[in-house]
């Protein structure tokens, strides 16, 4: 019973994982392995990997085979996604990708409150879960998806939520970038301490 009980705390249900570049946000540009953990109940209507939504759907991969695969790939960065990656516990994972050298990026609506030790978290809020108070004020980036011109106010809420020194992003949603990029642009030039965080994985059609 005792091994099957820590069998399920130590594995955790993974989608996919790859090494690729960051295309997104204050590490765009940069290499880093991906683990997407399959789960979301935020269900934003624009969400493109609608895919990761049902947990049950992808099996339960021990922590330490995911770990030894991160490590291989020789990525320095480890970003974990979803999904919503805080709905699982992430202690266990984070604890053993640091001791085996790696950076921990999260990337997370904050839906729920964050496990783990990571050393960047990316808070990117969504309109359809409020995410948990206490995540802002841990964020070292905040990226706002626009999905429409009232969410530049929205985004500013959340701007005086962080911490002093979080980095500050908007982002086009990707099926109305020709609408909203524009948009955007017009509001970095006038608030410059907004930068402009573009999908560019989806430029090189890579993962
Ligand atoms: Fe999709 Fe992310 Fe929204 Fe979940 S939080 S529905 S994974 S965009």
């Not at 995911?66 to 999904?83: D, E, F, N, P, W």
């Not at 106010?153 to 099926?175: T, Y």
């Amino acid at each position: 019973m005792l091994n099957l009980e820590s069998k399920i705390l130590n594995s955790l249900p993974l989608m996919e994982h790859f090494y690729t570049i960051q295309g997104e946000g204050f590490y765009q540009g940069s290499a880093a392995y991906f683990i997407r953990l399959g789960g979301c109940e935020v269900r934003c209507v624009w969400c493109d990997v609608k895919d990761s939504w049902d947990a049950e759907a992808y099996p339960k991969v021990e922590i330490n085979e995911i770990v030894a695969k991160a490590q291989a790939s020789g990525s320095r960065i480890v970003v974990v996604t979803g999904g919503e990656p805080t709905m699982h516990n992430l202690s266990i994972l984070t604890n053993e990708l640091k001791q085996a050298g790696l950076r921990t990026h999260i990337e997370t609506s904050g839906a729920y409150p964050i496990t783990g030790q990571w050393d960047w978290v990316c808070f990117s809020p969504k309109k359809f879960r409020p995410p948990q108070a206490s995540v802002p004020e841990i964020a070292d980036e905040l990226k706002v998806v626009i999905f429409h011109k009232s969410d530049f106010a929205w985004a500013e809420d959340f701007a005086k939520q962080v911490k002093q020194g979080c980095e500050l992003f908007l982002q086009p949603e990707w099926s109305k970038e020709k609408e909203i990029l524009p948009l955007i642009i017009e509001y970095v030039k006038k608030y410059p301490q907004w930068k402009i965080s573009l999908q560019v994985h989806k430029y090189m059609d890579i993962p």
